[in-house]
Nanobody, 126 residues
Framework: QVQLVESGGGLVQPGGSLRLSCAAS????????MGWFRQAPGKEREFVAA????????YYADSVKGRFTISRDNAKNTEYLQMNTLKSEDTAVYYC???????????????????WGQGTQVTVSS
């Protein structure tokens, strides 16, 4: 059974930084594309960033491009989201997700992901 566990969320002031981690277990992590999504209160879950199975390709939502960086360490079965210059509109529950199919490049649609973590709260406020 695949398990994804996020960590690293918290309260940060505008302009600050956080790094989210997602630890994966239950299958060969290195063969699957990974991604991050977020959901703010009263809003739909939205795509944030994605990374290919190899780590060579990444893709970002326009709203976070230039501020967030997605990465992965296949030796540690862990995915990361470095978030810099945080804004109040970044406040949301952040979810990591793992793709359904081996050896995919970046995956941006929520329905293309087969496994989800429980989420970690990120609050940007002064």
């Amino acid at each position: 059974q695949v398990q994804l566990v996020e960590s690293g969320g918290g309260l940060v002031q505008p302009g600050g930084s956080l790094r989210l981690s997602c630890a994966a277990s239950g299958r060969t992590f290195s063969r699957y594309a990974m991604g991050w999504f977020r959901q703010a209160p009263g809003k739909e879950r939205e795509f944030v960033a994605a990374i290919s199975w190899s780590g060579d390709s990444t893709y970002y939502a326009d709203s976070v491009k230039g501020r967030f960086t997605i990465s992965r360490d296949n030796a540690k079965n862990t995915e990361y989201l470095q978030m810099n210059t945080l804004k109040s509109e970044d406040t949301a529950v952040y979810y990591c997700a793992a793709g359904r199919t081996e050896f995919e490049t970046v995956v941006t649609g929520a329905t293309e992901y087969g496994y989800w973590g429980q989420g970690t709260q990120v609050t940007v406020s002064s």
